[in-house]
C-alpha cells in the first residue's frame, strides 16, 4: 500500500509557502448554473414535437445508409498521454549542431513565462522517491557546447537596469541548455525571469532579504539582490559572479519542472514532522548540491561560447567553497541545509566534468552520506 502525500503537496496547490493562488470555490465537475430562462407555451411544444420528429427520423435513415457504405468506423486517435516524472526508457536523440559546432543553435529562446503551468506535485511518498532517484530526466545528456553571448558588466556597479538586461541574457543561454533536454523528456521548459530587487520587500516565497539570490516555486521566477556582489569582496567585481549564481538556482528549477524539487520538499516536511531533523537536512543538502552539479554542468557547456578561461574556472571552485555552511559561519566542519564547502566544490566540479545527467543524481542510494555533508 502507497502512502499518500497530505495537502497542500497532494492537491493541486502548492507546499506552503509557495505563493500558489487560492483555488475558485466550485468542486469537480461543478460549474455555476445560467439564470433560469422563460418557458415556452403549449402550443408552441406542439409544433416543435411535429417538426422535429420527422427530421429526426430522416437523419437515422441517413447516418445507417453512410454506415453501410463505409463498413467499420475508423476509431478516433486517442490523445497523446502526458509524461510524468516516472523514468522510461527515452531514444537519444542528437543536437542539432549550428555554425561553430555549437548544438542547440536551432532552438528559439522564448520570452520569459510569468504566468507558466503549474508544477508537477507527486501523489505519495512512494512516487516522491521515485521522482527522487530515478526521475527520467538521469537519462539524458546535456548539449555542449552551447552558445551563450554575453555582454559582460560589473555586478557591482552596474545600475538595475543593466543588471536586469544582463542576468535576463544569462537566463536566455541556460535556457538554451536546457530546455530542449526537458522537452525532450516530456516537462515543461517554461523560461523564468530574474526580478532585481534592492531593499526590503515580499516574494511568494516569502520576504525578500539583503546579499541574496534564490528561485522561488511560488512563482517560477528567480529573485536577485542587488547588494549580492558585495557578499562577496573579492569576486563582486567579477562578471561571471551573476552566472555561476544564476545557473545554481535555475538548477532548482530543472528540478522544479522535473518533479524533484516538490518532492524533495515533501520528504524533508515528512522528516521534520517525525521529528528526524537530520534527514531532513541531509535531503536539503543532496537538494542543493545536485543543482550545484547542474551549474558545472552548465558552465562547461557555454565555456567556449562565454569565452570562460582556465583561471576564471578557478575562481568559480574558489567561490564553491566560500559558498559552504562551514565558510559562511565561519565553524570548521559545519554543515547545515546547503552543505561543506569541500563537498559543493566536489559537485559543482563533477558535473562540470561530465555530460551525462545520470551524473548529478545526488539522490541515488550510491551517494554516501559523507559527499552530501
Not at 418557458?39 to 420527422?54: D, K
Not at 537519444?92 to 506535485?121: A, K
Not at 552596474?158 to 544582463?166: E, V
Amino acid at each position: 500500500m502507497q502512502t499518500p502525500i497530505p495537502a497542500p503537496y497532494a492537491s493541486m496547490q502548492r507546499p506552503v509557502g509557495y505563493g500558489y493562488p487560492p483555488a475558485t470555490n466550485y468542486a469537480p465537475g461543478y460549474y455555476p448554473q445560467q439564470p433560469a430562462q422563460g418557458g415556452m407555451s403549449h402550443g408552441s411544444r406542439m409544433l416543435l414535437f411535429l417538426v422535429l420528429v420527422p427530421l429526426t427520423l430522416f437523419l437515422v435513415i441517413l447516418v445507417i445508409k453512410i454506415m453501410s457504405t463505409i463498413g467499420e468506423v475508423t476509431p478516433p486517435t486517442p490523445p497523446p498521454t502526458t509524461v510524468n516524472p516516472t523514468p522510461t526508457q527515452t531514444a537519444t536523440i542528437p543536437p542539432p549542431i549550428g555554425p561553430g559546432g555549437y548544438q542547440n543553435d536551432d532552438y528559439v529562446v522564448p520570452d520569459p513565462d510569468l504566468y507558466p503551468p503549474d508544477l508537477p506535485v507527486p501523489d505519495t511518498y512512494e512516487e516522491a522517491q521515485v521522482w527522487m532517484q530515478s526521475n527520467i530526466f538521469y537519462n539524458g545528456q546535456v548539449a555542449s557546447p552551447v552558445r551563450c553571448e554575453l555582454d559582460g558588466v560589473d555586478p557591482s556597479k552596474a545600475s538595475k537596469a543593466q543588471m536586469q538586461t544582463y542576468l535576463n541574457e544569462v537566463v536566455a543561454c541556460l535556457m538554451r541548455v536546457w530546455a530542449p533536454e526537458l522537452q525532450l523528456d516530456g516537462f515543461n521548459a517554461s523560461r523564468p525571469s530574474v526580478i532585481v530587487y534592492s531593499g526590503s520587500g515580499q516574494s511568494p516565497c516569502g520576504k525578500l532579504t539583503r546579499q541574496n539570490a534564490f528561485y522561488c516555486a511560488g512563482d517560477q521566477q528567480i529573485y536577485w539582490a542587488m547588494d549580492l556582489p558585495t557578499a562577496f569582496p573579492g569576486n563582486m567585481h567579477d562578471p561571471f559572479l551573476p552566472v555561476q549564481v544564476l545557473a545554481h538556482e535555475f538548477g532548482h528549477a530543472i528540478q522544479a519542472q522535473t518533479g524533484i524539487l516538490i518532492a524533495s520538499h515533501a520528504w524533508q516536511q515528512e522528516y521534520t514532522d517525525e521529528g528526524d531533523d537530520p534527514s531532513a537536512l541531509e535531503l536539503s543538502r543532496r537538494t542543493e548540491m545536485q543543482a550545484d552539479c547542474f551549474a558545472g554542468q552548465f558552465i562547461a557547456s557555454v565555456q567556449q561560447s562565454a569565452s570562460i578561461s582556465s583561471d576564471e574556472h578557478e575562481v568559480m571552485l574558489q567561490l564553491m567553497l566560500q559558498l559552504g555552511d562551514d565558510a559562511i559561519t565561519g565553524i570548521s566542519g559545519y554543515s547545515d541545509d546547503h552543505g561543506l564547502g569541500t563537498n559543493r566544490q566536489y559537485w559543482f566540479s563533477t558535473g562540470y566534468g561530465s555530460t551525462e545527467l545520470s551524473t548529478c543524481n545526488t539522490f541515488s542510494d550510491a551517494v554516501s552520506s559523507s559527499k552530501v555533508k
